[in-house]
């Protein structure tokens, strides 16, 4: 079937997961249904570190209600977040809850957001657009294994949370830092600069 975008005949898929079908709601102000429905994630909802598994269960609530304009619909949708943990790297998984109240007009437009907002398209809302805005938005850029993961070591990489809090190690000297250290056995403190560098700033003064 040809997906012309300024078709206004109807082009959605009644069967699709995220598509609501409007007949059984009265169109008169007021009316409104519920229902609850559980559907497979759809694709593409990630972010740098965390994303929404394809096909993985969406659980919605959603509230679609008659106004003069059209249908109100009203959705609460909690999805498993899946990624990475920012400190550790270690795999997270968390469940995410968001809210999106969106207006669907009776105006037979092309279904897609434009500057008019949504349209229904025949009987028929897709919920898809709205619900991928507020899922991604909600997605945790930078999401943690627990609030007070200590990441890892900044030395040999280990997992601080694994490695327990006796992990260190002794102060090593950077190997580059002692060839220098060789050269100079009397350094001068940290902060003063060597004897070479203070005549080398003070080449172009007068
Ligand atoms: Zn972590
Ligand atoms: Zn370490």
């Keep these: 079937m040809p997906n012309s975008r300024r078709t206004p005949t109807a082009r959605l898929d009644p069967r699709g997961p995220l598509v609501l079908d409007t007949r059984a709601l ?67 998984t968390q469940m995410i809850e968001v809210r999106c109240q969106e207006l669907f007009s009776y105006e037979q437009g092309t279904g897609d957001a434009d500057e008019d907002g949504y349209a229904l398209d025949g009987d028929l809302l897709d919920l898809e657009p709205v619900l991928r805005d507020a899922l991604v938005l909600a ?9 007070d993961c200590p990441g890892l070591c900044a030395e040999c990489g280990a997992l601080l949370a694994q490695a327990g809090p006796g992990h260190g190690h ?19 403190p940290a902060g003063r600069p060597a004897p070479e560098i203070r005549e080398e700033s003070g080449r172009g003064r007068p």
């Design 26 to 92: 009265p169109r008169r102000p007021g009316s409104a249904r519920t229902e609850t429905r559980t559907v497979p994630a759809p694709t593409d909802l990630h972010t740098g570190l965390a994303g929404i598994p394809e096909g993985s269960d969406l659980r919605l609530d959603v509230t679609l209600e008659s106004v003069t304009e059209g249908v109100l619909a009203t959705v609460t949708a909690v999805a498993p977040v899946t990624g990475e943990c920012a400190r550790c790297l270690e795999p997270v």
């Design 139 to 147: 997605l945790p850029l930078a999401p943690l294994c627990r609030p």
């Design 170 to 188: 002794e102060r090593a000297i950077d190997p580059r830092w002692a060839g220098l250290q060789q050269r100079m056995p009397q350094a001068a």
